[in-house]
């Protein structure tokens, strides 16, 4: 009877430390977590961040930028969420202007959006390039693919001519998407066309002043023309 005992009150015990670690970790997991201003709001509990147009446009950059391949769909949903829940106001015009600048016009398949976020995981150049030429054959329509090739072919295997002309015609067809805009205008910046690339990231800053690429473009090229004013400035006086 003793031993009956002793043996329910190890396992007691042993039960009780199992759901005490697990608790430790899954708190470690929450606190790594908390890092991200989304997952912050999303792991109070707190029904909020449904309701808040801007976590919803967080969310959808987020999902974005970490690559991840449901990024088109779900992104885009978040997207149309902030913009109802925002209508009329700063934040839901600035997720209209994701959509309609950032996230593809037209619907693209979930194998052609996986195969886009495998190439820019990949870190073989010759791999990715195949991968996005094939997301180009898959889906003429889905630009980010175009962007990303093009970027490839001017800045690491010097087919400048070919970039260009696919950011060219993506501008052409497709002229409220800002990338193009973005990578004709650091590689104009490369070559020492200071002016050439401002003036592609104007454009860029007009269609979504929001992105942070175009206005890290943006910022980086003003200061350098301020900084030319002021040294030519300085050798005149």
């Known amino acids: 009877m003793g031993l009956s005992t002793s043996k329910n009150m190890f396992f007691t015990r042993l039960g009780m430390i199992t759901v005490l670690v697990l608790a430790l970790l899954g708190f470690l997991a929450a606190s790594y977590q908390i890092k991200s201003p989304v997952a912050r709001v999303m792991l109070s509990g707190s029904p909020k961040w449904k309701s808040d147009a801007s976590n919803h446009i967080d969310i959808a950059i987020e999902l974005m930028n970490a690559n991840d391949p449901t990024y088109v769909s779900e992104g885009k949903a978040h997207l149309e969420k902030a913009a109802e829940l925002g209508k009329g106001t700063p934040t839901g015009e600035k997720a209209k202007r994701f959509l309609r600048c950032n996230w593809p016009v037209e619907p693209v398949p979930n194998e052609v959006v996986l195969l886009h976020t495998q190439a820019i995981a990949s870190s073989d150049i010759k791999k990715s390039d195949e991968l996005w030429r094939e997301c180009i054959r898959r889906c003429p329509s889905f630009e980010h693919p175009q962007s990303c090739l093009a970027m490839h072919l001017i800045f690491l295997e010097g087919k400048k001519d070919e970039g260009v002309k696919i950011l060219e015609n993506l501008i052409k067809t497709k002229p409220n998407y800002v990338r193009p805009y973005v ?55």
């Open 183 to 237: 990578r004709l205008s650091q590689m104009e910046e490369q070559e020492g066309h200071y002016k050439k690339a401002l003036n592609y990231i104007e454009c860029a800053m007009k269609l979504n002043p929001d992105d942070f690429v175009v206005s890290d473009q943006a910022y980086r090229l003003r200061s350098l023309r301020k900084l030319a004013r002021f040294r030519q400035q300085e050798n005149s006086d």
